[in-house]
């Protein structure tokens, strides 16, 4: 048996992949979320949301991609992993994945972008869809495939955009987009994602475990071994997730029904003999 299941969850309640139903709206989320729906339904063109490693950007973008397929008039595809060689195979992943047809004879890479011209006009003139592209891991994209897109985001009508293009990266990618001539003038909204608060880290905490399926009255994780988390994470959620889920297993395996300080400082100083310590990272200033 699992020990969430031991403990009382129908759920793994701190797993670090990015499901969204364990997706906690903090201020900056939400507010980066309510954003991003925004200028897609405004068809504003490029967005960018920039944070560190650790800060919910990949939970965050499939929470965006849930929220706009469960709505009509959008087709939306996300990129996971967006490393390619060159302009042609990014087309081509391009073109496969929004199910479109290049010709089959003639240049290749201008036929590529010719079919997804025709392709943008069509969906989004014609028949009045909103076009999405999310790309998260973003940070990982060369010059060649950024310069592509610049390319695509020229494409318009008098009133809107046709590619409705997001953009979620590490902070690297800021610098990469500036050594673009012509892009950085084309984002509409930009948001950097910062580290909770203590008390948001709280409720974040609070939140899993009644989405993972906690019904116990009793609280698993005791006031002082908050404070201790939070001290040791820094509010980087990622991190969070990944010390409670330790702290929850070592519940089980010394037969202990709360997380007190002293189980958090037993895991920190083992994780410090493993050089698994975390190093504290500045924060990000928007």
């Not at 965050?60 to 939306?76: A, D, N, T, V």
């Not at 950097?192 to 475990?209: A, C, G, Q, V, Y």
């Not at 404070?227 to 395996?253: D, F, S, W």
């Not at 010394?254 to 493993?274: A, H, M, R, Y």
């Amino acid at each position: 048996m699992s020990y969430y299941k031991v403990l009382g969850f129908d759920k793994e309640p701190f797993s670090t992949s990015p499901d969204p139903m364990f997706f906690y709206e903090s201020y900056e989320h939400e507010l980066a979320l309510t954003n991003l729906m925004i200028e897609l339904r405004l068809k504003r063109g490029l967005s960018v949301i920039l944070g560190d490693v650790g800060t919910g950007k990949t939970t965050l973008s499939r929470k965006l991609y849930q929220m706009i397929c469960s709505q009509e008039g959008f087709l939306c595809h996300m990129m996971l992993d967006p490393v390619y060689n060159d302009e042609e195979i990014f087309l081509t992943s391009l073109t496969r994945n929004f199910d479109v047809e290049a010709e089959p004879s003639g240049p290749k890479l201008l036929n590529l972008k010719e079919a997804l011209e025709r392709f943008l006009f069509q969906k989004g003139v014609e028949e009045k869809k909103t076009i999405v592209l999310i790309i998260d891991e973003a940070q990982k994209l060369n010059e060649l495939t950024l310069e592509c897109l610049r390319v695509l985001l020229n494409y318009e009508t008098n009133e809107f955009k046709l590619l409705q293009l997001i953009l979620l990266g590490q902070m690297e990618l800021h610098s990469k987009i500036l050594s673009i001539p012509n892009f950085i003038d084309r984002i509409s909204f930009k948001y950097t994602l910062n580290p909770l608060d203590e008390k948001e880290m709280r409720l974040m905490i609070e939140f899993r475990i009644k989405q993972a399926g906690y019904k116990a009255n009793m609280h698993l994780f005791l006031e002082a071994a908050l404070h201790e988390i939070y001290q040791h994470t820094r509010g980087y959620p990622r991190r969070v997730n990944m010390l409670c889920h330790r702290a929850l297993k070592h519940l089980v395996m010394k037969n202990k029904f709360v997380v007190d300080k002293e189980l958090i400082s037993e895991i920190i100083g083992d994780e410090i003999k493993q050089g698994l310590h975390w190093v504290r990272q500045p924060a990000i200033v928007r």
